[in-house]
């Protein structure tokens, strides 16, 4: 999904696709041909191009199904050196089943989903409140209208990081009784006007809300802690893991996996380090924000950050505390008999 951006951005207008970090990502991914390279985030295919135009064969995943069209070109243009398989990146390791090269993450929701209204992601777009990546599961209308107000606060608060998120859930509860949330605007108005905006205040009043929501609606940290695990198996020794994120939960997950993954532990505080597990990664240097330049061009990429890892020879193994990786306990909401 390339082309994401900062928190404003993020989940507001419409904006050209661009792919954000491109030439760090190839940097650090340095694809070759008769490597296996997988994009786990396919979208408008900005990163799956410029990798296939550096040789290598590519696999790309997306769980949108209205890329779909986008792959059978891709499909065209490069026969069998593309394949599309479609699904979570959660699962890559299932789905592929060769060892890979590198994989590249581009975490977050898409410029194409954005721009279209009717997909419910952005306030400045009237549209259906909706947020599903997948298109499948219950919606973020679902949540809205149906979640009980302390778990309305966390979504908010933890997964938003609004300040004010118990007072928009205590608005939230009270109007819903009179009339449910069904758009996008009525909900981004509501807010404003619980909120309204001050002077000099850059960002919509309805920013972080939204946000809290499309993260809870398609568990995208729990499929980031997942697909960081799922790549660990899936990637052969030396084979690289680069991933770009676009706000500061998504980059201590992956700040945090890797600095775990990439320094050996003690088996108890009574025992020497090197006798805990290998490494199973190393860091390829400090991670990587957007130049000025692309900043001013592309001001998704304003909040953007590259991390990446090369693979070592070490077993794969199992994260033993997601929620020491930073994952927020977010996943009390139980709607209509949880219908995800």
């Given at each position: 999904m390339a082309g994401h951006g900062d928190v404003s951005s993020s989940v507001g207008g419409p904006a050209r696709h661009i792919p954000v970090?491109?030439?760090?990502?190839?940097?650090?991914?340095?694809?070759?041909?008769?490597?296996?390279?997988?994009?786990?985030?396919?979208?408008?295919?900005?990163?799956?191009?410029a990798i296939l135009n550096r040789g290598a064969d590519l696999i790309a995943m997306d769980r949108d199904p209205?890329?779909?069209?986008?792959?059978?070109d891709f499909a065209g243009e490069y026969g069998a050196r593309f394949r599309f398989a479609p699904g979570n990146f959660s699962v890559l390791d299932k789905v592929v089943?060769?060892?890979?090269?590198?994989?590249?993450l581009d975490i977050g929701v898409s410029s194409m989903?954005?721009?279209?209204?009717?997909?419910?992601?952005?306030?400045?777009?009237?549209?259906?409140?909706?947020?599903?990546?997948?298109?499948?599961?219950?919606?973020?209308?679902?949540v809205v209208n149906e979640a009980d107000i302390k778990e309305l606060t966390r979504i908010f608060g933890l997964l938003g990081e609004e300040k004010q998120a118990s007072r928009i859930a205590r608005m939230i509860g009270q109007r819903r009784m009179e009339q449910p949330f069904t758009r996008t605007g009525d909900l981004a108005k509501a807010i404003a006007d619980l909120m309204p905006r001050r002077a000099g205040?850059?960002?919509?009043?309805?920013?972080?809300?939204?946000?809290?929501?499309?993260?809870?609606?398609?568990?995208?940290?729990?499929?980031?802690?997942?697909a960081l695990e799922a790549a660990e198996r899936a990637l052969k020794p030396r084979g690289r893991l680069v991933v770009?994120?676009?706000?500061?939960?998504?980059?201590r997950i992956v700040k945090r996996f890797m600095l775990s993954r990439s320094e050996a532990k003690a088996v108890s505080r009574h025992?020497?380090?090197?006798?805990?597990?290998?490494?199973?990664?190393?860091?390829?240097g400090a991670a990587v924000s957007a130049s000025d330049d692309e900043a001013a061009t592309n001001p998704r990429a304003r909040s953007a950050r590259l991390r990446a890892a090369r693979r070592t020879h070490a077993p794969a193994r199992p994260?033993?505390?997601?929620?020491?990786?930073?994952?927020?306990?977010?996943?009390?909401?139980?709607?209509?008999g949880d219908r995800r």
């Amino acid at each position: 999904m390339a082309g994401h951006g900062d928190v404003s951005s993020s989940v507001g207008g419409p904006a050209r696709h661009i792919p954000v970090l491109l030439d760090r990502v190839l940097e650090k991914l340095a694809p070759q041909p008769g490597e296996t390279i997988l994009d786990g985030t396919f979208g408008a295919g900005g990163y799956s191009r410029a990798i296939l135009n550096r040789g290598a064969d590519l696999i790309a995943m997306d769980r949108d199904p209205a890329v779909a069209a986008t792959a059978a070109d891709f499909a065209g243009e490069y026969g069998a050196r593309f394949r599309f398989a479609p699904g979570n990146f959660s699962v890559l390791d299932k789905v592929v089943t060769e060892p890979l090269d590198g994989i590249v993450l581009d975490i977050g929701v898409s410029s194409m989903q954005l721009d279209q209204a009717e997909r419910g992601f952005s306030f400045q777009q009237d549209g259906p409140l909706d947020m599903r990546m997948a298109q499948s599961g219950f919606s973020a209308a679902d949540v809205v209208n149906e979640a009980d107000i302390k778990e309305l606060t966390r979504i908010f608060g933890l997964l938003g990081e609004e300040k004010q998120a118990s007072r928009i859930a205590r608005m939230i509860g009270q109007r819903r009784m009179e009339q449910p949330f069904t758009r996008t605007g009525d909900l981004a108005k509501a807010i404003a006007d619980l909120m309204p905006r001050r002077a000099g205040e850059r960002i919509h009043p309805a920013t972080r809300a939204f946000q809290g929501l499309r993260i809870f609606v398609n568990d995208e940290l729990g499929e980031l802690v997942s697909a960081l695990e799922a790549a660990e198996r899936a990637l052969k020794p030396r084979g690289r893991l680069v991933v770009v994120t676009f706000h500061s939960l998504e980059d201590r997950i992956v700040k945090r996996f890797m600095l775990s993954r990439s320094e050996a532990k003690a088996v108890s505080r009574h025992m020497p380090v090197t006798d805990g597990p290998s490494p199973t990664f190393e860091r390829m240097g400090a991670a990587v924000s957007a130049s000025d330049d692309e900043a001013a061009t592309n001001p998704r990429a304003r909040s953007a950050r590259l991390r990446a890892a090369r693979r070592t020879h070490a077993p794969a193994r199992p994260i033993e505390n997601r929620k020491a990786l930073g994952l927020p306990d977010v996943h009390a909401l139980r709607i209509a008999g949880d219908r995800r």
